[in-house]
């Protein structure tokens, strides 16, 4: 318990730091919004009304505290651009954006562990060096490039799908999917090839260590009952907490994907409200991908703890 205690506090602090620098950072850099909402009719005048309308003339530490006061109720202010509700417009775009980042997991779990496992058991054969040359060429590849790829060859050589042609989950869902396998894919691939190295060298790392390994031997243990039952179990670790940090990645990755593909998610929306100086957007946006991140790396120190019990013990 003071383990997850003490990273539950952990989570609480990094938080309120992030929110404060999101806060603070569109406070500092140049540029109004006034001016880019006002256009040509941005005389001192009308600029001066307006930051009254939108709260701006007011000291900045009270201007933070009503910012997180309201995002606690549930009030993440008001888009300067639409004069909307902002979490009525983030709120319609986190069920695409989850969806994408769910099915991009996904495929990296069930790709990444079987062929991790396969590449671990037959270190220094032929097999394993062709994945070592496929995975360097994955990572080597930025996901945009991959997307512009799949668009061209699968949208319009093949016609598997049409690009530009999305369709909400909440309007046909397995359209949604059809049209997200292929940005998931190449959020996915480089990410796959990260995670197989990671998982066989925390394997073979675990094997070279001796010790239970040589006593489970001396048992009489198979090799496959070696690794599956004793080496896998110490070698998800860091494993775990680096698919963490992936699906945290994911999160990220997303935002160069969605124009790519022209998904309306976060990410979209993220760009166009920065290109627009819509603050508020932008700062509800950042702190939920920060929570995502922060929620995330905690499941996962929970998780390794229930793994390893060395964790538990400290």
């Not at 994955?138 to 699968?154: D, K």
């Not at 935002?255 to 976060?266: K, M, R, S, T, W």
Request: charged share 15%.
């Amino acid at each position: 318990m003071k383990y997850t205690a003490k990273k539950l506090l952990l989570a609480v602090v990094t938080m309120v730091i992030v929110s404060f620098l999101a806060f603070l950072a569109f406070q500092i850099i140049p540029g109004d919004p006034t001016t880019t909402l006002l256009g040509t009719d941005a005389t001192p005048e009308r600029v001066e009304a307006l930051r009254h309308q939108l709260g701006l003339d007011e000291p900045f530490l009270l201007r933070y505290g009503n910012w997180v006061a309201g995002f606690l109720r549930g009030d993440m202010g008001t888009s300067y651009s639409y004069s909307m509700a902002v979490g009525s417009m983030v709120g319609g775009k986190i069920p695409i954006t989850g969806l994408l980042t769910a099915m991009a997991f996904v495929l990296i779990v069930a790709v990444s562990v079987p062929v991790g496992l396969l590449s671990a058991r037959r270190e220094n054969s032929r097999s394993s060096h062709v994945l070592d040359a496929v995975n360097q060429v994955l990572m080597a590849v930025p996901p945009f490039f991959t997307g512009i790829l799949l668009t061209f060859v699968f949208g319009l050589v093949l016609k598997w799908f049409t690009p530009g042609t999305f369709v909400s989950p909440g309007e046909d869902l397995g359209g949604c999917i059809r049209y997200l396998i292929f940005p998931a894919i190449a959020i996915a691939l480089p990410r796959i090839a990260m995670t197989v190295k990671m998982l066989r060298s925390s394997i073979q790392s675990e094997l070279r260590r001796g010790g239970y390994v040589r006593t489970a031997y001396s048992r009489g243990d198979t090799s496959r009952r070696v690794l599956y039952g004793h080496v896998l179990r110490n070698a998800l670790v860091p494993v775990v907490t680096f698919l963490a940090m992936t699906m945290a990645d994911i999160v990220a990755g997303s935002v160069v994907i969605e124009q790519v593909f022209a998904i309306p998610g976060l990410g979209q929306l993220l760009l166009r409200s920065i290109s627009t100086r819509d603050f508020p957007v932008v700062q509800a946006i950042i702190v939920i991908m920060a929570f995502w991140v922060v929620l995330v790396n905690l499941l996962a120190d929970i998780v390794n703890q229930q793994i390893d019990p060395r964790l538990r013990l400290q």
